[in-house]
């Protein structure tokens, strides 16, 4: 009798030929490099390679197990639980020189680089058909029935008796060189323990990671552990896929809307969504009532993942209001902020939340068509500009061709858990109901010391802009900025400035620059309300030679700017009579002021850090009187 044993790696096929070593009637190959393989030894043991065939030093051609069944040999093929082999430690791994090499506890054996993990598919795919269907001349069994059974079903297989001493294997042949020539299977077994249950380890919260990295990588290992009997359904992912909220606003983008839904619940986790009806008068409020509630007529329960926050209108409360309620009502500790016109790429959940831990914000790269300028931190393609264009099926496949893994900076999509996001007391109604509040929030993450990561692995589409600035309803169109957010977007982009000092600043990757603030006041001379609207924002305080018209001037600024900011302009404005407060004190001539002049007010922040000192100090036309360099920007952390 010729028998041959294999198997995938880390699947047991060490401990089985070890094993059958206790049949005395077989001559098992341990060791040495025989010229003849079949003459002098019964029964061989090699673990199938990269491929999923059988081949190595001593059967150079390539085979599928069930070749050499169809010859006549007797195959025992012995297989594991994946998610078990695929977090199995490269711990006390391989001998060189003699020496044994230990590469550690953070290494995997299908490793270090995930395409190892393809191994394993390989070697399971090519007898997935077998494991089904059987062969006559194959025994299949699996690693975790070997360690509770034992041995019985080998022998009534081979029609042999094994001596009862193989419960001791682990003893016998502890610190012995086993099969050490290039090509086989193990090297040295300092390591082994007794036979017993050893299942189930890929629950442990320590390998979550590398199963997302898996599961993100490969759409191949849920599919094949039905296929070969471990599991019944894919229900088991939710013990890793942890549960995100996706909180999306939408306001008159049922179209959107829809393929949005439709891609979050394609993806592989148990996710909540929760859609916030912004006073959309397109049928939205209906279709969400139809995906919730059952329809008798069809036998439809609804979804009971979907949820919905209606504001009924007429006016619109803005993303800034709706984002926070969202999140507010979310039932997950991970929330996701979505939009409307965003559609999840497969791997989106499982790629974030790879590396989602408390103080992180992860977001998603970004595939867009051609509207915006092209930039380092998205990709420019064109999947179409409206959803009836969109090509689903080929968006399901796609992935990004780049060598980033992760960049850092942000951008929507993000993902957090919701106590981070709580925490600093969310988006800041100062810009409602949108535009610069991302900006805005950003800034306060980094200042938090949260990190802020853009996986390249998790992607959406983005169709751009149809919220307010593209959005037909709001009297836009795609590529035409709405009367709505062309407002919005001037009145905000002043309140940024009122509340950074600074223009939104992000490095190339979208990761913010915050520059410091001070307590700036600005003491200007010949200051008229033109002048005196261009300098507000740009300082904690603004004193100026306001009398007669001028101050007529001043009151009809603050009457008709103060509806447009939460900034209290009356405590700000002053006439130069008061005498300044303020820790930086600038004087200067408006009538003479230059364009460096005012780049250097823009700037005066980053100028205060590299250069300032207490005292006095003159940059061009601009007298600094310098008291104090507290530097206070986090106090913007908090809305």
Not at 179 to 194: K, Q, V
Not at 414 to 429: P, R, T
Not at 533 to 542: Q, R, T
């Amino acid at each position: 009798m010729k028998v041959l044993c294999s198997g995938a790696p880390r699947s047991g096929t060490s401990m089985l030929n070890l094993l059958m070593s206790y049949f005395k009637e077989l001559r098992v190959f341990m060791n040495g490099t025989p010229e003849t393989l079949w003459e002098n030894h019964d029964l061989f043991t090699t673990q199938q390679r990269p491929d999923g065939l059988v081949w190595n030093d001593f059967m150079p051609e390539k085979k599928h197990l069930t070749d050499f069944a169809d010859e006549g040999i007797k195959v025992i093929y012995i297989y594991r639980d994946g998610r078990d082999a695929l977090i199995s430690k490269r711990k006390n791994f391989g001998v060189t020189g003699g020496k044994t090499n230990v590469f550690g506890d953070k290494n995997y054996w299908y490793g270090p680089e995930l395409f190892h993990v393809e191994k394993w598919f390989r070697s399971i795919e090519v007898m997935s058909d077998v494991i089904r269907e059987g062969h006559p001349n194959i025994h299949v069994v699996k690693y975790e029935d070997l360690v509770e059974n034992h041995v019985e079903e080998i022998e009534n297989f081979l029609g042999l008796k094994i001596d009862k001493g193989y419960v001791n294997f682990h003893d016998d042949h502890k610190n012995k060189l086993n099969m050490s020539t290039e090509g086989a299977i193990g090297a040295e077994y300092a390591g082994l323990r007794p036979i017993e249950p050893n299942s189930g380890n890929w629950k442990k919260a320590k390998h979550k990671e590398r199963l997302l990295d898996i599961l993100t990588e490969y759409d191949d290992l849920e599919e094949l552990l039905i296929d070969v009997g471990y599991e019944k359904d894919k229900s088991w992912m939710d013990q890793i896929i942890d549960p995100i909220t996706f909180v999306i606003p939408s306001r008159n983008n049922l179209d959107l809307l829809q393929l949005a839904y439709k891609s979050i619940k394609d993806l592989r986790g148990n996710h909540q969504v929760l859609v916030l009806d912004d006073a959309s008068e397109d049928g939205t409020s209906e279709w969400l009532e139809s995906m919730i509630y059952s329809n008798a007529a069809k036998g439809d329960n609804g979804d009971n993942h979907l949820h919905v926050h209606t504001n009924p209108g007429p006016e619109r409360v803005g993303i800034v209001g709706m984002f926070d309620k969202g999140i507010e009502m979310a039932n997950t500790d991970i929330i996701m902020a979505f939009h409307a016109d965003m559609v999840a790429g497969k791997d989106l959940d499982t790629a974030i939340l790879k590396h989602l831990k408390p103080g992180k914000v992860v977001c998603a790269t970004r595939v867009e068509p051609s509207l915006h300028p092209p930039g380092p931190e998205k990709v420019i393609e064109d999947f179409g500009l409206m959803p009836d264009e969109f090509n689903y099926n080929k968006w399901k496949k796609y992935k990004i061709d780049t060598t980033n893994t992760v960049t850092h900076g942000v951008f929507a999509p993000w993902c957090m858990f919701k106590k981070d996001f709580l925490s600093i007391g969310g988006h800041d109604e100062l810009f409602a109901p949108q535009s610069r509040e991302d900006s805005d929030l950003f800034n306060r993450f980094l200042l938090n010391g949260y990190e802020l990561l853009q996986t390249w692995e998790g992607f959406v589409y983005h169709f751009t802009s149809r919220g307010s600035r593209f959005n037909k309803y709001s009297g836009g169109d795609v590529g035409k900025d709405s009367p709505e957010w062309q407002d919005t977007n001037a009145k905000n982009v002043r309140n940024f400035i009122r509340k950074w000092k600074t223009g939104v600043q992000h490095d190339p990757y979208m990761l913010p620059i915050v520059d410091p603030i001070y307590n700036v006041g600005f003491v200007v001379e010949n200051c008229d309300i033109n002048t005196l609207s261009i300098l507000e924002p740009w300082c904690n305080d603004i004193y100026g030679d306001w009398v007669g018209h001028k101050g007529f001037g001043v009151n009809k600024y603050i009457d008709q700017e103060q509806p447009r900011t939460t900034h209290n302009l009356s405590s700000k404005i002053h006439a130069d009579a008061i005498e300044p407060k303020n820790d930086v004190i600038i004087k200067f001539d408006a009538q003479k002021i230059t364009t460096e002049d005012f780049a250097c007010l823009q700037k005066i922040g980053a100028i205060l850090e590299d250069s300032g000192q207490i005292g006095e100090m003159k940059l061009g036309n601009l007298h600094l009187n310098i008291k104090k360099l507290e530097q206070i920007q986090h106090k913007n952390i908090h809305s």
